[in-house]
């Protein structure tokens, strides 16, 4: 493709901030940086320079920073950010106190509320005293069983404020999923509602809670929110006492915020967990509030009152990623329920009613709009919005296509990727860069990303290996909560490169200095020796009318003596249609004509059901042990576990 899908106007690009960054370093450090190539490359090259300059820019407050900012930075893991500096998160992201909106809430049943800056801090300022007179000090855990709410925000922040850590996972969980990842880090306070919405059902939480919260013995009181009902029966789970009545003793007063180092942990999230027990992820209150003031105002260009939006529960790193932007002065933007309830179109009804600028989904929620045929741009205004954003699975060429066709033409498509491990990105968008079709459009900055082949040599643009970063960045983990000795922690992503994070993603850098993902490396099949992503076989299949979506795995072949393996696709189709042999033909010569002979799936099989995590990911993984007898761990972290039945022993895989 010659031509951008989309490129900056000129107005654009000079009241962009990271225009106004580019003043500020050239001014700080004397850098020729011209434009966003140059940029980076000194992000990468000075990167002592370019995080104080992110600090400065963006105006952290904090009691010191302190002279060094880093320390055995040729160490990964071992380097160590502004080890000197003391600061608090919620002190970041409570820096207003006026009465322009902090907060914007709506669920699919209509509900909707709204806080000011100053209400949210008063909120803030009564749970944290509460909390404190609980017992809570810096380090205990603080968690959540909580919807997508303001309470949940507040009560993140309150936690925040006293050096606690905060943990969250969404009510759709099941007691043993809960049990996997709460019962790991012994918290001390657990926030629940009573209950959520979802696709015009109602679900209750309490039972589920008054079960798991007798198997977590160092809970201390369990806080009821009410969401279904005003006034919830806290009675009817251990500890249990009514939000109200919790911090009714306290009135709104100057909240002392605990400044602590700069590693001091923040946030402990999870770890999919499809292949055991999850793994507890610690991350540090500096590195995650820098990392994300970098993301939101130079790579999102968040601009005070802007209104950012993310469709995300509770358990995804997303919804960390969104309450950050408090520290950009924007106004959150929360959404509890289905997106597609009750028309596919709902969350555009809230970008118009509410003029949301900044809107965050995932790739496949952005496919099932094109399924479902969708067209916002003929149905809704759209006016305010001027970026979209794109993550959870790579976003296929198709898909920018049709952003650009059916929702919006002048809007900055930005997808985005990274993960929990890191609780941010390393590629991401850019306000001064055109979108090209298919493309991610940058590396982000002072994130030192290539690609690696398997003996981790770097390749050359074009050439498709493992994505690794090769330098430290500040929003590394901490560690794994339970490992003492780091061992596991660097198991998992040092392991592969010694000294280079090995992030578990497929891909390709472009001419345009962009990012093409492939998929996860782990569930990249291999059939002759030849490596495919299985991004570029979903990319071919579900632009079929007739496939909803689709799930691809290498199986071991012969199984007695596997000395190979073959490609297999698993479809699930239109309501009403039966795989047949036209259907199984037309979907290998869409793959044949559109890639190699490779890609061409050896069997092609109809399930009515593709199993996905919590957070909407399919699990190749999962799948792949099923077909081979092989157990799977750990069932809770699926969203719909019966749909794994449809793979096991299937004829079709057996000759």
């Known amino acids: 493709m010659e031509q951008p899908l989309w490129t900056p106007s000129p107005q654009r690009t000079a009241e962009a901030n990271l225009t106004a960054f580019l003043r500020h370093v050239r001014d700080q450090w004397d850098v020729k940086a011209r434009d966003y190539s140059s940029l980076y490359r000194w992000s990468i090259e000075k990167p002592e320079q370019f ?7 963006c105006g952290v407050i904090a009691e010191t920073r302190g002279e060094r900012v880093l320390v055995e930075g040729d160490k990964m893991p071992g380097a160590r950010f502004f080890p000197e500096a003391r600061l608090n998160f919620a002190e970041n992201c409570l820096r207003r106190r006026d009465e322009t909106p902090a907060i914007v809430f709506w669920s699919e049943e209509r509900l909707t509320r709204q806080l000011t800056h100053s209400a949210l801090y008063a ?13 809570v000090k810096p380090g205990d855990r603080v968690v959540g069983f909580m919807p997508n709410l303001p309470e949940t925000v507040i009560a993140m922040l309150a936690a925040a404020s006293l050096g606690a850590v905060w943990s969250s996972c969404s ?5 043993q999923g809960v049990l996997d990842r709460f019962g790991q880090i012994e918290p001390k306070v657990l926030f629940t509602a009573d209950g959520y919405f979802y696709g015009g059902r109602t679900y209750d939480s309490l039972a589920r809670v008054a079960e798991f919260v007798q198997r977590l013995p160092t809970v201390e009181r369990v806080v009821v929110v009410p969401y279904l009902s005003e006034c919830p029966d806290a009675g009817r789970v251990p500890k249990g ?5 919790f911090i009714a003793p306290y009135s709104p007063q100057d909240i002392r915020f605990a400044r602590l180092p700069f590693n001091h942990p923040l946030y402990i999230l999870y770890s999919s967990g499809t292949t055991g027990v999850p793994k507890c992820i610690v991350h540090g209150a500096g590195g995650t509030l820098l990392q ?3 993301e939101h105002r130079l790579h999102t260009d968040l601009q005070p009152g802007d209104r950012l939006f993310y469709f995300t529960t509770c358990g995804w790193m997303m919804w960390n990623w969104l309450a950050s932007a408090l520290a950009s002065e924007a106004t959150l933007m929360l959404y509890d329920g289905s997106p597609f309830h009750p028309a596919p179109t709902h969350l555009f009804d809230y970008i118009d009613a509410e003029g949301i600028t900044v809107f965050g989904t995932s790739a496949k929620y952005i496919d099932s709009l094109k399924k479902a045929a969708a067209a916002p741009i003929e149905t809704h205004r759209l006016a305010t919005l001027k970026a ?36 941010s990105c390393f590629v991401l968008g850019c306000p001064l860069l055109p979108v090209w079709r298919g493309e991610i459009q940058c590396r982000g900055l002072g994130m030192k990303v290539e690609v690696f082949d398997d003996v981790g040599r770097p390749l050359a643009r074009g050439e498709k290996g493992e994505l690794v970063c090769t330098a430290p960045f500040p929003s590394m983990p901490l560690g794994f909560w339970n490992d003492p000795d780091g061992a596991k922690y660097r198991a998992t992503y040092f392991e592969r490169f010694p000294g280079v994070w090995h992030h578990g993603d497929y891909a390709a850098l472009t001419e345009h200095d962009g990012i093409v993902i492939f998929g996860r490396s782990d569930a990249v099949l291999n059939p002759g020796g030849v490596r495919i992503g299985t991004a570029e076989i979903y990319r071919q299949v579900e632009q079929l009318p007739e496939v909803v979506e689709s ?35 037309k979907i290998k010569r869409q793959i044949r004509q559109n890639t190699t002979p490779r890609h061409v799936p050896a069997r092609i099989v109809q399930v009515t059901d593709i199993p996905r995590t919590k957070s909407g990911k399919i699990v190749e993984l999962a799948v792949r042990n099923v077909v081979h007898g092989r157990e799977v761990k750990n069932l809770e972290a699926l969203a719909n576990p019966e749909a794994l039945e449809q793979f096991r022993n299937r004829p079709e895989l057996q000759a």
């Open 241 to 245: 006492i009514h939000l109200a009545e």
């Open 51 to 57: 995080w104080v300059s992110v600090w400065d820019f």
């Open 551 to 585: 799930l691809v795995i290498g199986q071991d072949w012969p199984p007695d003596h596997p000395t190979d393996v073959r490609v297999v696709l698993f479809v699930r189709l239109r309501e009403g249609l039966t795989l047949d042999e036209a259907l199984i033909d």
């Open 292 to 294: 994300h003031l970098k």
């Open 388 to 423: 979209i954003l794109s993550t959870g699975s790579p976003l296929v060429p198709e898909a920018f296509d049709y952003v650009y066709e059916k929702v919006k033409r002048d809007v900055l498509l930005a997808s985005i990727s990274g993960g929990t491990d890191i609780i």
């Open 171 to 175: 009510p759709d969980f099941g007691v």
């Open 123 to 135: 909120q803030v300022s009564r749970l944290a005293q509460a909390l404190c007179a609980a017992g």
